[in-house]
């Protein structure tokens, strides 16, 4: 069965720092894995999706992640931090692979930027 | 082009009440979930419709969740009787069968 684990519930980054939030994921078939944020009192927003193509995926707001197979990581990065990064987020897996299958999400990390 | 809109935004009951919520996808979008999202949580799918066929619907409490997808479009979710442990955000997403799931605001439910 598909998971994915969140490393780190909370992280704290001072403004203009790189931004890493750790997501390793484990699937049965070639995954699908996905970046969400979400903003206080908000749904979810897609930051950047893998689906089989380039391993480095850029998304938005200067985001970007890496598909490593063989450490079956997908960590999210962003070279400096503002302070609208401040958020949750979750990584996820589709299962059965596939963008339209239900998505298997992590716990979410809280992200904290310091001015 | 509008989002994923759900309604109420809040709700707030006493245990063993009923409660229903309310989603309208993006307009064309065949596929339309219900998640669950515990506080601390990453969300949990509760119901996967295509069209107005149910996919998945293996993690959802059928002794009290309910839901439909009448022709097709807007959708509803029901629970009764509450219990205090579905106190959540119930988040509903739509998909065009694309790379993406488009999730709305969510509603968050509160039971006493």
């Known amino acids: 069965a598909q998971s994915v684990t969140q490393l780190g519930s909370h992280v704290s980054v001072s403004e203009g720092a790189l931004v890493l939030l750790r997501c390793n994921y484990s699937?049965?078939?070639?995954?699908?894995l996905f970046w969400y944020v979400q903003y206080p009192n908000q749904g979810l927003q897609l930051l950047l999706k893998?689906?089989?193509?380039?391993?480095l995926v850029k998304g938005i707001n200067g985001f970007e992640a890496e598909f490593k197979k063989s450490e079956t990581s997908f960590h999210l990065t962003k070279p400096s931090a503002h302070m609208s990064d401040a958020a949750e987020y979750f990584c996820?897996?589709?299962?059965?692979?596939?963008?339209?299958?239900?998505?298997?999400f992590g716990t979410g990390t809280l992200l904290a930027v310091q001015p | 082009e509008a989002g994923v809109a759900q309604s109420p935004r809040y709700k707030i009951i006493e245990k063993r009440q009923s409660v229903a919520f309310w989603c309208n996808p993006i307009?064309?979008?065949?596929?339309l979930y219900w998640y669950q999202q515990i506080l601390g949580q990453g969300p949990k799918l509760l119901i996967q419709?295509?069209?107005?066929?149910?996919?998945?619907d293996s993690q959802l409490p059928k002794d009290r969740f309910s839901a439909e997808r009448l022709k097709g479009v807007d959708s509803t979710l029901k629970i009764q009787p509450a219990k205090l442990e579905d106190s959540a955000v119930y988040l509903c997403?739509?998909?065009?069968?694309?790379?993406?799931?488009?999730f709305g605001p969510g509603t968050r439910l509160t039971v006493l």
């Open positions: 997403a739509s998909s065009p069968d694309s790379n993406e799931q488009f």
């Open positions: 893998y689906t089989s193509a380039a391993t």
């Open positions: 307009s064309g979008h065949a596929t």
């Open positions: 699937s049965s078939v070639p995954p699908y």
């Open positions: 996820a897996v589709s299962e059965y692979g596939g963008a339209t299958n239900k998505l298997i």
């Open positions: 419709f295509q069209n107005n066929g149910v996919v998945d």
